[in-house]
T-cell receptor
Framework: GAGVSQSPSNKVTEKGKDVELRCDPI?????LYWYRQRLGQGLEFLIY????????KSGLPSDRFSAERTGESVSTLTIQRTQQEDSAVYLC????????????FGPGTRLTVL | RKEVEQDPGPFNVPEGATVAFNCTYS??????FFWYRQDCRKEPKLLMS???SGNEDGRFTAQLNRASQYISLLIRDSKLSDSATYLC???????????FGSGTQLTVLP
């Protein structure tokens, strides 16, 4: 079946602009995660959605970052007033539910802030 | 101290070599453990789970030492296609479930 999809695959923007990244999880997966991965670095947790519970936003680096998820479907990650240090690959992952440990990742959005 | 720590490498080994990676975790209440693989410029994918009794999948063997809070991954008869970054992943039992290590880079040389 279809995996996790993300769009756009690449985004180049100018410093100070806002960007919106989209994630379509696997159908039926209740949990959704956003991670950031800078070049040559590990995964940095940003935010976690589980069903209709309040999201775990503990990884968001600043108030310029926000994310939304409608029910158990699409999620968008918004970065306002982008900075050069925001340049990274933003990965989305979905998980069937908390009792299943495997996370399935999308291909990521490569964000470059000039 | 990081929740999950790995030696970043890089590990450069010849084809056919045996290579082992270790990973330590700080939360003694951690419940489950995994190795993910990430190819260059690709997304991470689950390689194998790590069971208390140790488990093997072909050339790959994973082991868990709860007393010392570390897990290991052994790759035997390494192939060029094994070149990747190997991520140690721990379910810490927190709401956000999985915590990823920063990865160990492996390059298998011809």
């Amino acid at each position: 079946g279809a995996g996790v999809s993300q769009s756009p695959s690449n985004k180049v923007t100018e410093k100070g602009k806002d960007v919106e990244l989209r994630c379509d999880p696997i159908s039926g997966h209740t949990a959704l995660y956003w991670y950031r991965q800078r070049l040559g670095q590990g995964l940095e947790f940003l935010i976690y959605f589980q069903g209709n519970s309040a999201p775990d936003k503990s990884g968001l680096p600043s108030d310029r970052f926000s994310a939304e998820r409608t029910g158990e479907s699409v999620s968008t990650l918004t970065i306002q007033r982008t900075q050069q240090e925001d340049s990274a690959v933003y990965l989305c992952a979905s998980q069937r539910d908390p009792s299943y440990n495997e996370q399935f990742f999308g291909p990521g959005t490569r964000l470059t802030v000039l | 101290r990081k929740e999950v720590e790995q030696d970043p490498g890089p590990f450069n080994v010849p084809e056919g070599a045996t290579v082992a990676f270790n990973c330590t975790y700080s939360n003694s209440a951690s419940q489950s453990f995994f190795w993910y693989r990430q190819d260059c410029r690709k997304e991470p994918k689950l390689l194998m789970s790590v069971y208390s009794s140790g488990n093997e999948d072909g050339r790959f063997t994973a082991q868990l030492n709860r007393a010392s809070q570390y897990i290991s991954l052994l790759i035997r008869d390494s192939k060029l296609s094994d070149s990747a970054t190997y991520l140690c992943v721990v379910n810490t039992g927190s709401a956000r479930q999985l915590t990823f290590g920063s990865g160990t880079q492996l390059t298998v040389l011809p």
